[in-house]
């Protein structure tokens, strides 16, 4: 029978949960990385390898990784640098994306570094130099608290070479060609403020790919969908409570399908009216309907970040996100009912799912 | 040999690293270039790129804050601090 991996990145450290293809008991494990600070954590499905991004404040960013899911750790940030003589300079690792033992890390400021040993050296890949207004992009004046440089990569489903990277508060890039070049993709985005240059200057948050051609995005002004492989943008937000939210995912079985957790926008950022509520399409987001059903509807306050919500490949999906205040919710049912798997973790930054044979 | 003394914090990265160990250097960054070479990795945990000591890394040699540059005696006892910060 196979068996269902959480992996939970939070403000202390990670944490794993464990239970069968039913996903209805849940044996958690943690805290794991020395308690760092653990913006990402993956699984990388090839090798069996986990992989954290972690960040101390005392002894500064590294990838933790664990080849025996979870029962030993060891760490690295050989190669995580711009150099001795560079200005520029890492505070973070931010997000990871694994791929066939080959890791990717998006760092503050922002730059992409791989390692091809299982994440036990790392060399630097991009820093996306080159295009529009990237020489500004280190300007403190431009980052918002907590910047998080290069908040995700997305790798594609078949080709190896090409991925999506997001630099928070600039946009979504596409490379084709293994960061060789990149391509901005945000085209017909809504953005409510100046921006210098047409292709960029767009807040984007979250993107997923639905097929071969289908990419879902919660961006800080809405949520949008491309049918062209994220050449061009239409909005999808009529229907939703707000147009402001962090996580999001794509069903694996239904292109239509796709599920987002809206939040007051401005500084509050937690579900609107306190009731916990993660709303689903399955119209490609022509209507929206919301899920209540086991989640509190009273007094909860809770944030959701652009890594904590998670979706899993079984027949009929099983559905997971977290809490900025430390509550795990999942779901076995495609969303349909739900309940919380852990109630007291430090706070969550990142869900991710995987099932192992 | 200066009488090193290091923080809780450090120790559990690296298997063996002891929290006090006698080392041999003329400064505290070659102090600290010894423990990487018998532990891969540690510079990185105290220092930043320049190099420098990490901002919430502090130094102090006989109870004097120190920089990497600081020499040490024979009989120097250095205290290397996760400062308190955070939450």
Redo the contacts between chains.
């Keep these: 029978m196979p068996k269902t991996l959480l992996l939970v990145g939070t403000r202390k450290g990670a944490f794993l949960l464990e239970s069968d293809a039913d996903r209805r008991d849940w044996n958690l494990r943690g805290p794991y990385c020395?308690a760092w600070q653990v913006y990402h954590a993956v699984h990388d499905a090839v090798t069996g390898a986990i992989y954290a991004a972690a960040a101390?404040?005392?002894?500064?960013s590294?990838v933790w990784r664990s080849n025996d899911l979870g029962e030993t750790w060891t760490?690295?940030?050989?190669g995580i640098?711009?150099?001795?003589?560079?200005e520029r300079?890492i505070s973070k690792a931010s997000t990871l994306a694994a791929r066939n033992g080959r890791v990717l890390v998006g760092v503050e400021a922002p730059g992409i570094f791989e390692s091809k040993d299982g994440g036990e050296t790392f060399s630097l890949l991009t820093t996306l130099a080159g295009q529009p207004g990237s020489e500004a992009w280190d300007d403190p004046a431009n980052q918002p608290p907590g910047h998080l440089g290069i908040s995700a990569i997305a790798f594609d489903k078949e080709n190896d070479s090409r991925f999506w990277a997001i630099v928070q508060g600039v946009g979504l890039f596409e490379t084709t060609d293994d960061a060789t070049s990149w391509t901005p993709r945000n085209r017909g985005l809504r953005a409510d403020w100046p921006r210098p240059h047409e292709e960029v200057g767009f807040c984007v948050h979250k993107v997923v790919r639905s097929d071969d051609k289908r990419l879902y995005q919660q961006n800080h002004v809405g949520m949008h969908r491309s049918d062209d492989d994220g050449h061009t943008w239409t909005e999808i937000t009529e229907g939703l409570p707000t147009e402001f939210g962090f996580a999001a995912a794509a069903h694996p079985h239904d292109r239509d399908t796709f599920y987002v957790v809206p939040l007051a926008p401005l500084h509050g950022r937690t579900m609107p009216d306190g009731k916990a509520t993660v709303w689903q399409t399955k119209d490609a987001g022509s209507s929206w309907k919301p899920l209540r059903k086991g989640l509190p509807q009273e007094g909860a306050h809770l944030g959701v970040l652009r890594e904590a919500m998670a979706i899993d490949t079984y027949d009929v999906p099983g559905l997971y996100f977290g809490t900025s205040t430390g509550q795990l919710f999942a779901s076995n049912d495609e969303g349909g009912s739900w309940s919380a798997i852990a109630s007291y973790l430090p706070p969550i930054s990142s869900v991710e799912v995987a099932i192992l044979d | 040999m200066a009488d090193l003394h290091l923080p809780g914090t450090l120790t559990p990265l690296f298997p063996g690293l002891p929290r006090r160990l006698d080392i041999e250097a003329a400064t505290v960054g070659g102090a600290i270039e010894e423990l990487e070479r018998r532990w891969p990795g540690l510079f990185d945990r105290l220092c930043e790129p320049g190099p420098s000591l990490r901002t919430h890394i502090h130094v102090y040699v006989d109870r004097e804050r120190a920089s990497l540059a600081t020499p040490l005696e024979a009989r120097s006892r250095v205290d290397v601090i996760a400062a308190i910060s955070g939450g």
């Design positions: 020395e101390s404040e005392w002894h500064g590294a760490h690295s940030s050989e640098s711009y150099g001795e003589d560079s300079k």
